[in-house]
C-alpha cells in the first residue's frame, strides 16, 4: 500500500517562502504523475501544482511563477518549493496523484502565512 508523508510546513510572514516535501512509500513513484494540493479552511482541496513522470508541469494561476514543483525519483520525494507566500496560501498541503485515481491521503503539513 503506497503512503503518503508530506512536511516541510510551518509559519511564515507574507513574502516569505517555504519548501514542502513528499516522500511516497512504494516502487512505482518514478512512473508516477503526482501532484500538491491544498484545503484551506470552509473550501475544497484544489490541485496547484503537478508533475508527470518525465517532469512536465502544470501550475493552478493562483501559484504559477511562485511556486515550483519537482521531483527526485531516486529517492521517491516530490517537492513543493514556494516563494512570495500570500496570506491566501494559507492551507494544508497533501500530495496525491493529480487524478482521477488517488491513494489514501497523507496527514499534509500546514502552511501559515501571517505576520
Known amino acids: 500500500q503506497v503512503q503518503l508523508v508530506e512536511s516541510g510546513g510551518g509559519l511564515v510572514q507574507p513574502g516569505g517562502s517555504l519548501t514542502l516535501s513528499c516522500v511516497v512509500s512504494?516502487?512505482?513513484?518514478?512512473?508516477?504523475?503526482m501532484g500538491w494540493y491544498r484545503q484551506a479552511p470552509g473550501k475544497q482541496r484544489e490541485l496547484v501544482a503537478s508533475?508527470?513522470?518525465?517532469?512536465?508541469?502544470n501550475y493552478a494561476d493562483s501559484v504559477k511563477g511562485r511556486f515550483t514543483i519537482s521531483r527526485d525519483n531516486a529517492k521517491k520525494a516530490m517537492f513543493l518549493q514556494m516563494i512570495n507566500l500570500k496570506p491566501e496560501d494559507a492551507a494544508v498541503y497533501y500530495c496525491?496523484?493529480?487524478?482521477?485515481?488517488?491513494?489514501?491521503w497523507g496527514q499534509g503539513t500546514q502552511v501559515t502565512v501571517s505576520s
Open positions: 512504494g516502487s512505482i513513484f518514478s512512473i508516477l504523475a
Open positions: 508533475i508527470t513522470s518525465g517532469g512536465s508541469r
Open positions: 496525491n496523484r493529480p487524478g482521477p485515481l488517488l491513494f489514501y
